[in-house]
């Protein structure tokens, strides 16, 4: 039973356009969020996280939002560049303790020039 | 400062052999995590550690294991190497929990067994 689904495994953006990246999660203990990118034959490296506290975060191009009544974030890239093609990894934590992190499956996104 | 390393990057296993993937990290980081990756889902956990001589289990630990003698190094033991293995294995380490903190990742080892 995944805790963490991101249902779309694929997206495709124009170049310059927004890019929206959905994760849902089933369990309200989850209060730490993080985006994770991945490129071909590289290992994950971290994007940016929004903590329950918050509804926003920002960082540069990068904005997650986080709506917890619906149990959903989302990942929104402004505007987006080809650079950005890459598998995009939302993961929760805070369940019982923040040891550790569950991830969702990945959606890979391309950004079309 | 190399970060995150793993070796080898590729192997192939006989099912019942053995093999260690090694990782190591260079940023004294107390936090270390092994996780594998199958098509299309995400990373599991496998085992991981808040430092040496403390290892705990993850998600997926069922064939494999795990010493963590010094800071630097955590080494992932596979004995009776099965089909199921076939995977992508990370190694990542982080300063402090993961939950709340970025972990960094190796480049990952990818590994068969036939």
């Known amino acids: 039973d995944q805790q963490v689904k991101q249902n779309s495994p694929s997206l495709s953006v124009q170049e310059g356009r927004i890019s929206i990246l959905n994760c849902d999660y089933t369990?309200?203990?989850?209060?730490?969020f993080l985006w994770y990118k991945k490129y071909p034959a590289e290992g994950p490296t971290f994007l940016i996280s929004i903590s329950s506290i918050k509804d926003k975060n920002e960082d540069g191009r990068f904005t997650v939002f986080l709506n917890k009544s619906a149990k959903h974030l989302s990942l929104h890239i402004v505007p987006s560049q080809p650079g950005d093609s890459a598998v995009y990894f939302c993961?929760?934590?805070?369940?019982?303790?923040?040891?550790?992190?569950?991830f969702g499956p990945g959606t890979s996104l391309s950004v079309i020039p | 400062n190399a970060g995150v390393t793993q070796t080898p990057k590729f192997r192939i296993l006989k099912i019942g052999q053995s093999m260690t993937l090694q990782c190591a990290q260079d940023?004294?980081?107390?936090?270390m995590y092994w996780y594998r990756q199958d098509p299309g889902m995400g990373l599991k956990l496998i085992y991981y550690?808040?430092?040496?001589?403390?290892?705990d289990k993850g998600e997926v630990p069922n064939g494999y294991n795990v010493s963590r003698s010094t800071t630097e190094d955590f080494p992932l033991r596979l004995e009776l190497a099965a089909p199921s293995q076939t995977s992508v294995y990370f190694c990542a380490s982080s300063k402090g929990l993961a939950g709340g903190n970025e972990q960094f990742f190796g480049p990952g080892t990818r590994l068969t067994v036939l």
């Open positions: 550690s808040v430092g040496a001589g403390i290892t």
């Open positions: 993961a929760a934590s805070g369940e019982t303790s923040y040891d550790k992190v569950i």
């Open positions: 940023m004294n980081h107390n936090y």
């Open positions: 369990n309200s203990m989850f209060d730490y």
